[in-house]
């Protein structure tokens, strides 16, 4: 996405109403203030805490949180769960963010080709985005995820190849809109390249849906990592993820229920701001977009 | 709209051979397989598991056999299951009524709550409630839902004891009420994410249709707010309401799958994720297809209510 | 023994141990001890009540001779009959027939190359036809079948000469003298000839989906996904049934298992049992019984020989010593197994219990692989002639007690120089051909070896079985030993049981030395049942804790 905006005149679109509206927006403030502080804690958090991610400690096992410097207690082989909380958002946020990019990346360019030629070569892009929404999306995470072997690279690349079809309906929607006016028309007519129509001149005055699909495709993905890694064909041990975290906290709901909470709070936490901010760009955007 | 409708038909057709040619590659190119439930058998032998495999016809090359499976279903039958030997329709049969239960009561939930949640944060916009329903809506997103039935199932079921913790019905009860008991946890569950949907949604459509021109004119005229909202909103609001249920109707086969799997509902999420579990490719080939299907059809539903709704968009 | 008529609940780990010592004093010579089944019971004459069993997983196949998983044993056991059953002792009792057969009875020819059953002549199919030696060939003919798509056909090959003497007599001659046979027909069901014998196509004939068979159950009804459901068949041929309905629910999530067994949903908590970490609780629990019961399963961490990095005995030796196997067993299992050295189960009248035993010893371990000449490397993993001592270790994935125990071992093999790569895959993954075709570097898993309580493990440890090398079986760790080769082939064809035992406590102790696969402990159920039920007895040689609902009864 970087790259596209880079293409764009910052001017035309993110001017200044829109910032101010978004800024009143308390919500996305908040989203702001949630996703910086994890983020911040996440990157600074586990060197402050004096443990290791990976040691395992078993005469510490299942401590609640509070007990010593354990904040967030322990997990069930006596690691500190705080600083595992923070790696496992290192992880579960970067699979986030670049799943969110890559996802984002090939649904603008199948939504921005189909949407501008229309015609077969539309059709034919829709179609494969049907037949993509067409598969369950546990049956290619399942499929995926067995036949290539689980690494964060590989995951991110799984929701990415699982997630982009949203996107490239909400383009096409867009560009098919805006493919017959009058700037577009004009700059046909002065002779431009296809592409440069495509990606310099209908492109920019799409990026306010995109952005907004993109902020919510970074909550999507959080939530599918989780819930792989919750199944156990996610990120492996011992790297922590927070889905892979969730993934056997759940037996000991009754015994130990910080296991289970914590990192689910911590999904909640991250999936509502990144939800909280794509709403706020969506109404700082004007972008008209009911169902996402 | 015949030719339109004659075109998608031709598209989808095409779709569902591709969908069915990519999903049995897929299917069997993954490592495993159907007979990799036996490998831990103690009396099992290699040249047992090489006869299973060659009388399930799985020694054919995956052309043959892919032929061999689509010819089969031009003349209706979707072949039996591995696992139990039941015909696959039947199989899909026995599990779609335990999810349309589960989905229509979770659905007919979210529809009443998301409307009224939707109207009112209209009517009484920036009002406390409506802030509260728009904070409410973006958290009940953000839950993953299998935590989010574990914590019911917590609360409920083994802190407060008022639920059962799953199951569609006591075996040896199955009475209506019994059913509601055990409808109540799992459809509440499953409806939070369709009611911050439908709220959602209901809010932008009355905004909308209440700064419409037709509505300030019925105002003036002294039309009474309720019947305001009722006819022209409501109404107004209806068909794309239809196109959004349009688009969600694929979610019947996965869509209830998590909530299935932790309260044991007996369902098609279930049976899907058993069926790929074991491997069993006659059914998880029988719900790829029966999902694609749905797939189309909620599109051109989608498609067809836009387009009577909103002229502006042609069909393409 | 015969006093089991006593409540069953307060059978405890001690108790089975006695009641194995008494077993194996008794051993397979005297299958006739109890006269009768252990089925003896004092409860109401007319059966009553309803028992629900949990299930992790589905039973889904129901005629007992199709291929099928554990967890439909269950309901074979309680709707079909076999021509034996075996005990929790071991002992091989009959059951469709009258006596069991051996040397000394004449049953079996002195070569072990004929046989000849005696029958029951008071057994009624559920529809009313009588049950004969006929059923008995049709069953036994149809496994061999090429069309039929059959479970195991492993010594049923071995047949000729099936012949029908009389309805309540038949013979047969074996191709080759096969000790184990005795014990693959306990978990033989015969089904109906007047039935199956009619139908073109016994791969999906209706009886399939509604069973008729002999056994205490009738088959009632079934809701795919659900539950499944047996009505008490009074007309039942041996003492019982005394439960009115066996119900069996599946329960895919484990925690759900245990949380409806809590709260009552359930009556008896079938496999997977109690996951461990529920234990401490589960015993807590109010008018529940919970106990211990031994498994055949035995879990081991299972090399590929064929690695370089496996292929020295020094580096097994030192994986093994740096095991802390009591850690794991107390802290991460709650001392729910047992730790054992063998793959044979403690229960059985074959188990040596004279192998040396384990010791957590890092230093050692350590000096085991200095010596080898394995010294560290780069980033301080140990090498040897270019092959670092690096490897990947996979199990199922979703099973989370496993998967701690690989971290765990994961950082005592670190602080060793031994590199551990987790990699873990679905169980329709891992049990093809990655493990059938020994694809793996390493793998932890749990499973039986024995068939019944047969002591023959040729199919596991022959190097005739090594499937990645065209062989007929699953010894996926590639082990190879002539010495075990021999003494597999001549356990096979003895009957003596004595003898027997002296030829596989030999094969044990080359397997402890040799370690294809590190041993790490021999499984025990956590069973969970309601007080009130009494007759439940758990029989580690079978698959299934239902393995004798026809005993079971509620307290009035």
Not at chain 1, 195 to 216: C, D, K, Q, W, Y
Not at chain 1, 265 to 292: E, K, P, Q, W, Y
Request: hydrophobic share 45%; aromatic share 10%; with cysteine.
């Amino acid at each position: 996405m970087t790259v596209i905006v880079a293409h764009a005149d910052p001017a035309r679109w993110w001017h200044s109403r829109a910032v101010r509206r978004f800024l009143r927006h308390h919500l996305a403030l908040a989203g702001i203030a949630m996703i910086s502080l994890l983020v911040l804690a996440c990157i600074l958090g586990p060197f402050a805490l004096p443990y290791d991610s990976l040691y395992i400690d078993l005469r510490a096992r299942f401590a609640p949180p509070l007990t010593g410097h354990h904040y967030f207690g322990t997990d069930p082989l006596g690691r500190d769960l705080a600083v595992r909380l923070l790696m496992a958002g290192r992880v579960s946020l970067a699979v986030g963010f670049s799943a969110m990019l890559l996802s984002t990346l090939i649904g603008t360019l199948v939504g921005v080709t189909a949407g501008y030629r229309g015609g077969w070569v539309g059709a034919a892009l829709m179609r494969t985005v049907d037949g993509f929404l067409s598969y369950p999306s546990i049956f290619l995470v399942l499929a995926l995820a067995a036949t290539l072997r689980p690494s964060p690279v590989m995951i991110t690349v799984i929701i990415a190849v699982t997630s982009w079809m949203e996107t490239a309906r909400i383009v096409e929607a867009e560009v098919r809109s805006l493919r017959e006016r009058e700037f577009v028309q004009a700059a046909r007519m002065v002779g431009l390249s296809r592409a440069h129509i495509m990606f310099r001149e209908i492109l920019p005055n799409a990026m306010g849906p995109i952005i907004v699909a993109a902020s919510l495709a970074v909550a999507r993905a959080i939530l599918l990592e989780a819930y792989i890694s919750f199944l156990g064909y996610g990120i492996q041990p011992p790297l922590p993820s927070w889905g892979n975290m969730l993934n056997g906290a759940q037996q000991y709901l009754a015994s130990a229920p910080w296991l289970a909470i914590i990192p689910g709070a911590a999904i909640t936490m991250a999936v509502t701001s990144f939800n909280f901010i794509g709403d706020g760009l969506r109404d700082a955007l004007d972008v008209r977009n009911d169902h996402i | 709209m015949s030719a339109f409708l004659l075109n998608r038909l031709f598209q989808s057709i095409v779709l569902l051979v591709i969908v069915s040619i990519i999903g049995f590659t897929v299917l069997n190119l993954m490592p495993g397989g159907p007979l990799a439930q036996f490998g831990l058998d103690p009396g099992m032998t290699q040249k047992d598991v090489e006869r299973l495999a060659a009388q399930l016809g799985l020694n054919r090359p995956l052309w043959i056999q892919y032929l061999d499976w689509a010819w089969r279903l031009l003349q209706g039958d979707w072949g039996h299951s591995f696992r139990d030997g039941s015909a696959v329709l039947t199989v899909i049969g026995r599990h779609l009524s335990a999810t349309l239960l589960l989905m229509g009561t979770s659905t007919a939930l979210a529809i009443a709550a998301g409307t009224w949640i939707g109207i009112r944060g209209a009517t009484h916009r920036y009002s406390l409630f409506d802030y509260c329903a728009t904070v409410g809506a973006m958290i009940a997103l953000s839950v993953p839902t299998f935590w989010f039935g574990l914590v019911g199932i917590y609360i409920f079921t083994l802190k407060l004891g008022w639920v059962p913790a799953g199951n569609m019905y006591t075996i040896g009860d199955g009475s209506v009420l019994d059913y509601l008991h055990h409808l109540i946890l799992p459809s509440l569950v499953l409806s939070l994410v369709h009611v911050a949907i439908w709220s959602r949604y209901m809010r932008t459509a009355t905004l909308d249709a209440l700064s419409q021109d037709f509505v300030k004119t019925a105002r003036a005229k002294g039309v009474s707010e309720r019947r305001i909202l009722l006819k022209h909103v409501v109404g107004n609001a209806l068909l794309p309401m239809i196109a959004l249920a349009g688009m969600q109707l694929p979610s019947i086969l996965t869509g209830a799958l998590v909530t299935e799997t932790v309260f044991t509902w007996p369902g098609m999420g279930r049976l899907f994720l058993d069926s790929l579990g074991y491997s069993d490719y006659p059914v998880v080939m029988g719900l790829l297809i029966f999902s694609a299907v749905l797939v189309v059809l909620g599109n051109l539903i989608a498609d067809i209510v836009i387009a009577t709704v909103d002229p502006r968009i042609r069909l393409a | 023994m015969t006093k089991r008529s006593g409540t069953t609940s307060t059978y405890s780990r001690r108790d089975a141990l006695r009641m194995v010592g008494i077993g194996g004093a008794a051993g397979l010579f005297a299958p006739n001890l109890l006269g009768k089944p252990a089925r003896a019971r004092t409860s109401p004459a007319k059966p009553n009540g309803r028992v629900i069993v949990g299930l992790g997983q589905e039973p889904t196949v129901f005629n007992p001779l199709m291929v099928h998983i554990e967890v439909d044993d269950g309901v074979h056991f309680s709707v079909f009959d076999a021509l034996f059953r075996i005990d929790p002792q071991g002992v091989i009792q009959p059951n469709l027939a009258v006596e069991v057969p051996n040397q000394k009875n004449g049953g079996i020819s002195e070569d072990g190359l004929k046989w000849r059953i005696r029958l029951r002549d008071d057994v009624r199919w559920h529809d009313g036809t009588p049950f004969s030696a006929e059923d008995v060939k049709f069953t036994l003919e149809l496994i061999t079948n090429p069309n039929f798509r059959s479970w195991r056909t492993a010594g049923h090959s071995l047949l000729r000469d099936i012949t029908v003497i009389s309805p309540t007599e038949i013979s047969w001659r074996m191709e080759e003298a096969f000790a184990p046979y005795l014990s693959f027909l306990t978990e033989t069901f015969i089904v109906p000839k007047h039935i199956l014998g009619k139908e073109a196509n016994p791969n999906n004939a209706p009886f399939n989906q509604a069973p008729i068979g002999t056994g205490a159950f009738k088959w009632s009804k079934r809701v795919p996904g659900d539950h499944l459901e047996l009505v008490a068949n009074t007309d039942y041929f041996g003492e019982g049934p005394h439960i009115e309905r066996l119900v069996f629910k599946y329960i895919p999530d484990l925690t759900v298992l245990y949380t409806q067994f809590k709260s009552g949903d359930i009556d008896l908590v079938g496999q997977p049992y109690i996951t461990p970490d529920h234990y401490g609780e589960a015993k807590t629990l109010p008018n529940r019984v919970v106990t211990l019961v031994p498994r055949a399963s035995f879990e081991s961490f299972y090399l590929n020989l064929e690695r370089p990095q496996f292929k020295e005995l020094a580096v097994r030796e030192a994986l093994y010593a740096a095991i802390d196997k009591e850690s794991i067993v107390q802290g991460l299992y709650y001392g729910v197994p047992t730790p054992t050295e063998t793959f044979m189960p403690r229960q059985s009248f074959f188990f040596n219990s004279n192998l040396p035993l384990h010791q957590f010893d890092l230093n050692r371990a350590r000096k085991i692989l200095d010596q080898a000449g394995w010294t560290p490397g780069a980033g301080g993993i140990r090498a040897k002639n270019g092959v670092r001592l690096s490897f990947t270790n996979s199990t199922t994935s979703g099973d989370p007690l496993r998967e701690q125990v690989q971290q765990f071992l994961q950082q005592t093999f670190a602080q060793l120089g031994i590199e551990m790569k987790i990699s873990n895959l679905p169980a329709a993954v891992m049990w093809g051909e990655f493990w059938m075709q020994s694809q793996f570097d390493s793998v932890i898993v749990g499973s039986s070896y024995l068939i019944g309580a047969d002591p023959d493990v040729s199919n596991r440890l022959h190097s005739r079985s090594i499937g990645a090398k065209g062989g007929r079986g699953s010894n996926n760790a590639q082990y190879a030993n002539p010495e075990v080769d021999a003494l597999l082939d001549k356990g096979a064809r003895t009957f003596d049981p004595e003898a027997r035992r002296a030829i596989y406590y030999r094969v044990q102790e080359l397997v402890r030395r040799d370690l294809p696969f590190l041993p790490l402990y021999q499984s025990n159920a956590v069973e969970g049942l309601k007080k009130g039920i009494s007759g439940f007895v758990p029989n580690g040689n079978t698959r299934t804790e239902s393995w004798n609902a026809v005993a079971w009864s509620w307290a009035s």
